[in-house]
């Protein structure tokens, strides 16, 4: 069963993105479309996913959301299908089933882009749907960039020596098409960001305790792995880990989830520690998050080396878990989702200095003092700095970051003391223009002795 009938008026069907719906209760499929009137999409439906696999011979589809729970074919046996004859299809489960092994089978088999729990919210589905048509289009058009610079290279071997006017057009071609290209995977990097923190909201979402708290510890790891100048790459991997850092908790049962750790029974402290390692296994599909799942995977680990699971110690843990597990308890201290009851922060201050040497790593802790402290890591620098706000327009090479430069979105753009040339200032400045937004960067300046 299929139903055009979800299209924007007066628009060109051929030209919109095409959606199709498929779950085995009429109602459902009723809800979904009437939910997408109006988007600017064109919206089909089928009543189980052999009449899906019909319609997707005979119809282009851009993205499918299927129901999990289907007679005859479920929703991973179906996606699976989708994946292997349609790969360029967008998948979305949608599924009210609580067994966090038939999520990861559905995800492993069909390579999900996103489930969704039923009952959804509907601005959550609308907006998930929008970023994987926005990222698959992104996609498309990276792949014609990629052809593109790549017959236009093979034209440029072909080009005879003597034609120099003719090299110097075709080279200029090939700049701007390579420019193109690293302008659209600049973009699908930020909408892969964004997805990750909609990814993390999804926790945040049980209860009201958890509001904010992945983005407060994402924030709170990456300057102090700033602080410890670790390198770019590793910091923005510790800030995606400190966004998915609860994530295994999914599949927990309301009691668990607001149970402070403190006060957890033995049982229940068994299934808490778990949570790590269904991180672990809800990532494992998704390559570029293999370094922050490894850091999520052991947070419960101790400096002293009496953590779980496998009782690592000192700098066997990872610099990154180390930090983010500071980060985490520090502020599940202040929302009581680890001490009996809520701490205020030089409280939580206190009791991670505490445990400097036994949970938490003595350099990692001297780091987050200084966060809150601004006192320079380098107590033997006898130069004096101070900082200023400069907007973008005004920056100038051999300038120097006092702080980290930050997309509005969070995303790290630039590390604090990094040197300013030309060509960055003009990326900074083509950035601020296409986004729409105004940044301001704070300059290090000498103060006056």
Not at 50 to 64: E, H, I, K, M, R
Not at 210 to 226: C, I, K, N, W
Request: proline fraction near 4%.
């Amino acid at each position: 069963m299929t139903d055009n009938s979800t299209t924007t008026p007066g628009a060109s069907a051929a030209l919109l993105p095409t959606i199709l719906c498929v779950d085995d209760e009429p109602n459902i499929l009723s809800a979904l479309k009437r939910l997408f009137r109006g988007k600017g999409w064109q919206v089909l439906s089928a009543e189980g996913g052999q009449a899906a696999l019909a319609l997707l011979q005979t119809q282009s589809v851009d993205l499918v959301i299927s129901d999990m729970r289907m007679p005859e074919m479920d929703g991973a046996q179906f996606l699976a299908q989708v994946r292997v004859r349609w790969p360029d299809t967008v998948r979305l489960l949608l599924t009210g089933h609580s067994d966090i092994d038939a999520i990861i089978d559905a995800i492993n088999r069909g390579e999900i882009y996103r489930y969704i729990t039923k009952p959804w919210d509907d601005n959550d589905i609308v907006l998930i749907v929008r970023q994987a048509l926005e990222r698959q289009a992104l996609e498309h058009e990276k792949k014609r960039l990629e052809a593109l610079t790549t017959r236009q290279n093979e034209e440029l071997k072909a080009l005879n020596t003597s034609l120099e006017a003719k090299v110097e057009a075709r080279t200029t071609e090939l700049r701007i098409a390579n420019e193109s290209l690293q302008d659209a995977n600049e973009r699908l990097k930020s909408s892969f960001v964004t997805s990750i923190k909609v990814f993390s909201t999804l926790m945040e979402m049980r209860g009201g305790n958890l509001a904010g708290h992945s983005r407060r510890v994402a924030d709170l790891a990456r300057r102090m792995a700033t602080k410890l100048k670790l390198d770019s790459k590793l910091v923005q991997d510790i800030f995606v880990a400190g966004l998915l850092h609860e994530i295994g908790k999914v599949g927990f049962a309301d009691e668990l989830l607001n149970t402070p750790v403190a006060m957890m029974k033995p049982e229940q402290l068994d299934a808490y520690r778990k949570h790590t390692v269904q991180a672990e296994q809800l990532l494992l599909p998704l390559a570029e998050l293999r370094a922050a799942s490894d850091i999520i995977t052991a947070q419960f680990e101790r400096f002293d080396g009496s953590g779980f699971p496998a009782r690592l110690g000192g700098p066997n843990i990872p610099i990154g878990t180390r930090i983010l597990s500071l980060a985490s308890d520090y502020d599940n201290m202040q929302i009581g989702t680890l001490t009996h009851s809520r701490l205020k922060p030089e409280e939580a201050k206190t009791l991670i200095v505490r445990g400097s040497g036994q949970r938490y790593d003595p350099e990692v802790v001297s780091a987050f003092l200084e966060v809150f402290s601004g006192v320079p890591r380098q107590a033997a620098d006898k130069e004096s700095f101070s900082e200023m706000r400069v907007k973008a327009c005004n920056l100038k090479a051999g300038m120097m970051l006092a702080r980290d430069l930050l997309a509005p979105s969070g995303l790290l753009m630039l590390s604090a003391e990094h040197v300013l040339d030309q060509r960055m200032i003009g990326k900074i400045i083509t950035f601020e223009k296409s986004g729409g937004m105004e940044l301001t960067a704070y300059i290090r300046v000498a103060s006056a002795s």
